[in-house]
């Protein structure tokens, strides 16, 4: 008895045909398109998960995937991890601050003290020294 295949509607099968063509997918995302290609050709699990070097389990879950989803299983789904709490807009105005004349008393500023001022300056509830030097180190 043969596993049941994915069946592409022609107009994804389409989509995924032209997305593969262009060449501009990321790695994780070409795979699964041209997995799900490949089933929607009539070969077997086996078959796929040897030519795209995955396990069956994973291409199964693909396929599951697709059913639920359509085409929107292609996309990567949001990792987890501890959300950013300084945004764009704030590392700018501390590295804007830290570029400032040092305040009086001061040859130079700190991290220590950027910190203290970033807070003092409403750009930010609370930041450490260590956050404001990797926010420094990461511009030029």
């Given at each position: 008895m043969k596993k049941q295949h994915v069946q592409l509607t022609q107009t994804d099968r389409d989509f995924l045909e032209t997305l593969i063509s262009k060449g501009e997918l990321r790695a994780r995302s070409y795979r699964r398109a041209?997995?799900?290609?490949?089933?929607?050709?009539?070969?077997t699990y086996t078959m796929v998960s040897e030519t795209l070097r995955v396990t069956l389990p994973t291409l199964s879950y693909w396929a599951a995937q697709y059913r639920e989803k359509g085409l929107k299983m292609l996309a990567d789904q949001p990792r987890s991890g501890r959300p950013i709490k300084i945004t764009g807009d704030q590392r700018a105005k501390i590295t804007a601050l830290a570029c400032s004349e040092a305040p009086e008393g001061y040859a130079r500023w700190n991290l220590r003290l950027l910190a203290d001022k970033a807070v003092e300056l409403g750009y930010c509830e609370e930041i450490s020294h260590t956050e404001v030097a990797t926010i420094l180190k990461k511009t030029n």
């Open positions: 041209l997995g799900l290609l490949e089933l929607d050709r009539g070969k």
